[in-house]
T-cell receptor
Framework: AQSVTQPDIHITVSEGASLELRCNYS??????LFWYVQSPGQGLQLLLKYFSGDTLVQGIKGFEAEFKRSQSSFNLRKPSVHWSDAAEYFC??????????FGDGTTLTVKP | DAGVIQSPRHEVTEMGQEVTLRCKPISGHNSLFWYRQTMMRGLELLIYFNNNVPIDDSGMPEDRFSAKMPNASFSTLKIQPSEPRDSAVYFC??????????????FGPGTRLTVT
């Protein structure tokens, strides 16, 4: 069965510092991978997705993620974090009929 | 497009009352999902529909919960009777669900349910 692990429950970074959020997945076939962001009081919004091809994908708000099949990972990165990036981040893998398996989420706090 | 529409946005009710949450998916999407989010349990998939047919309801916590999708543009999640532990934010999401494809889900703004 498919699963997604986000090892870090909570991460704190200083504004302007770089960010990396980890995601590991388990899925037997070629994965379709996603990162979503949830700001307080809102629903989840897609940041970026990986289907095939270039393993480095660009998303909105300056985020990028790299797919590494050998490590079963899809880590999210941003070179310089802004205070508005404080939110909860979810990694997900797709299965049949559009169903996604989500990780437990990583809460990002940004220090001034 | 207006996105996924959920109503009401907030609901406060007393224990034992019936609660009905509503969702209008994005036009053209054929898969719809109901999630529940709490601090303790995180984001949980309750049920999902494909082409208006319930595919997996294994996440529905109890018989008190039921969901319907009478047509492609409307779904309801009902809790009867409601209990304080049902207090949570309930999200509806939709997508174009094709087996083997990788379309992202579009989430509604959620309904914050408080049962006193």
């Amino acid at each position: 069965a498919q699963s997604v692990t986000q090892p870090d429950i909570h991460i704190t970074v200083s504004e302007g510092a770089s960010l990396e959020l980890r995601c590991n997945y388990s899925y037997g076939a070629t994965p379709y991978l996603f990162w979503y962001v949830q700001s307080p009081g809102q629903g989840l919004q897609l940041l970026l997705k990986y289907f095939s091809g270039d393993t480095l994908v660009q998303g909105i708000k300056g985020f990028e993620a790299e797919f590494k099949r050998s490590q079963s990972s899809f880590n999210l990165r941003k070179p310089s974090v802004h205070w508005s990036d404080a939110a909860e981040y979810f990694c997900a893998v797709n299965t049949n009929a559009g169903k996604s398996t989500f990780g437990d989420g990583t809460t990002l706090t940004v220090k001034p | 497009d207006a996105g996924v529409i959920q109503s009401p946005r907030h609901e406060v009710t007393e224990m034992g009352q019936e609660v009905t949450l509503r969702c209008k998916p994005i036009s053209g999407h054929n898969s719809l999902f109901w999630y529940r989010q709490t601090m303790m349990r995180g984001l949980e998939l309750l049920i999902y529909f494909n082409n208006n047919v319930p595919i997996d309801d294994s996440g529905m916590p109890e018989d008190r919960f039921s969901a319907k999708m009478p047509n492609a543009s409307f779904s309801t999640l009902k809790i009867q009777p409601s209990e304080p532990r049902d207090s949570a934010v309930y999200f509806c999401a939709s997508t174009f669900g094709v087996s083997g494809a990788g379309y992202e889900q579009y989430f509604g703004p959620g309904t914050r349910l408080t049962v006193t």
